[in-house]
């Protein structure tokens, strides 16, 4: 293992490789982090959809009611194949 890490860095696991591929000491300078337009925009979108409802009530009562009445009547080949999707994205 150690091999590879001194393959990887050249030597001193201890330096890291900047931009460019130039290696530079750890330390001194203290550690800096800059962050892709890409990556403030998913924040901005995760913090506004952690202020939405984690129950969409209204949706509820409307199914609850439909139950209830007799009328509900799910496409049992769109919730399968949603099943199916939902277990091969999370690898089961």
Known sequence: MIDRIDRIYGGNPMERKGRGGRVRPSGGGGDQLEVSPFARELSDALKEMQKLPDVRSDKVEE???RIEAGTYR???DLVAE?????GIRKGV
């Open 63 to 65: 199914i609850r009611s």
């Open 74 to 76: 799910p496409d049992l």
């Open 82 to 86: 949603r099943l199916v999707r939902a």
